[in-house]
């Protein structure tokens, strides 16, 4: 079996994949004593995801491109807000809580856009 070329609709969702895991391993990086709470939200997060967007083979390439834009976007956001929360008492949770309801909601507008639903 090959892998599929970058941007391929096969590896739509592995690339997702790897954007998740990489935000993950830096703000376990940058945030050590958070690292268990990063974890514990952004894993299963990962793993909704991963079920939704096997859902979304069917975007059109602009659709898909403007959904991982913005996760982009938001995943950059949410390395800011981690630090920020990070001063306060159970702030991190909060923050990474809203944040992953917010990738979760979108991934499933894009599933919905596409008529996956």
């Not at 739509?12 to 790897?18: E, F, H, Y």
């Not at 859902?55 to 950059?76: E, K, P």
């Not at 807000?81 to 499933?108: M, S």
């Amino acid at each position: 079996m090959t892998a599929s070329a970058p941007g391929t609709t096969a590896s739509r969702p592995a690339v997702v994949d790897q954007q998740l895991a990489r935000a993950t391993a830096a703000l376990c990086r940058d945030h050590p004593a958070h690292a268990t709470t990063v974890r514990g939200v952004l894993a299963p997060l990962r793993d909704r995801l991963r079920r939704l967007h096997q859902d979304c083979q069917a975007a059109d390439a602009a659709a898909w491109s403007a959904y991982t834009a913005d996760l982009d976007r938001g995943l950059a956001e949410l390395e800011i807000e981690v630090a920020r929360a990070a001063e306060r008492t159970g702030g991190v949770e909060q923050v990474l809580g809203t944040a992953a309801t917010q990738f979760e909601r979108r991934a499933e507008e894009l599933r919905e856009e596409t008529g996956q639903v």
